[in-house]
T-cell receptor
């Protein structure tokens, strides 16, 4: 089983749509959870950390379900500039390293 | 805004040659990392470095790889004898501390092409 599993997509949505991405992780000892964004051939950039209580940053909402080992990201009112690959990332279980999922590609269309 | 920088942006080398990839982490950061991303695949951890020594490494980071902080600003990754499968984007990252939610800031990457 992959350590961090994501639907690769692509998700093709119109501007203004709401889109949700899901991610599952296999290591129950994972302690920190993040969503990163990666544009084509660029470095990953932190979008937001994910907390157990759930958290929101503008149009972005992240949720964590530790019991199900499941993380989600909701994007409301999609913009063309949201087109990118969204990486689910976990850390912990005795490791300092970030463990990345393969990413979910989002294409927002006019 | 402070950022991680990497040089060169693209390195082309022949199989069997040694390459050194360079990174300048953010100045007050204490933890440094190398990751790689083979084209079309996920980002993979290679090694972390703290207090002038390796603190963690992955199975990928075998004897062909080494890291060094030769001075107060640079952090380097050396591949002794490159193989075709070493072709990838190599990202350097740094973080201020190692606390659970501390962000790792990534550099723009070096694209390594092994011919």
């Amino acid at each position: 089983r992959k350590e961090v599993e994501q639907d690769p997509g692509p998700f093709n949505v119109p501007e203004g749509a709401t889109v949700a991405f899901n991610c599952t992780y296999s290591n129950s000892a994972s302690q920190s959870f993040f969503w990163y964004r990666q544009d084509c051939r660029k470095e990953p950039k932190l979008l937001m950390s994910v907390y157990s209580s759930g958290n929101e940053d503008g149009r972005f909402t992240a949720q964590l379900n530790r019991a199900s080992q499941y993380i989600s990201l909701l994007i409301r009112d999609s913009k063309l500039s949201d087109s990118a690959t969204y990486l689910c990332v976990v850390r912990g279980g005795g490791r300092r390293a970030l463990t990345f999922g393969s990413g979910t590609r989002l294409q927002v269309q006019p | 805004e402070p950022e991680v920088t990497q040089t060169p942006s693209h390195q082309v080398t022949q199989m069997g040659q040694e390459v050194i990839l360079r990174c300048v982490p953010i100045s007050n950061h204490l933890y440094f990392y190398w990751y790689r991303q083979i084209l079309g695949q996920k980002v993979e951890f290679l090694v972390s470095f703290y207090n002038n020594e390796i603190s963690e490494k992955s199975e990928i980071f075998d004897d062909q790889f080494s890291v060094e902080r030769p001075d107060g600003s640079n952090f380097t990754l050396k591949i002794r004898s490159t193989k075709l499968e070493d072709s990838a984007m190599y990202f350097c990252a740094s973080s201020e501390t190692y606390t659970s939610y501390n962000e790792q800031f990534f550099g723009p990457g070096t694209r390594l092409t092994v011919l």
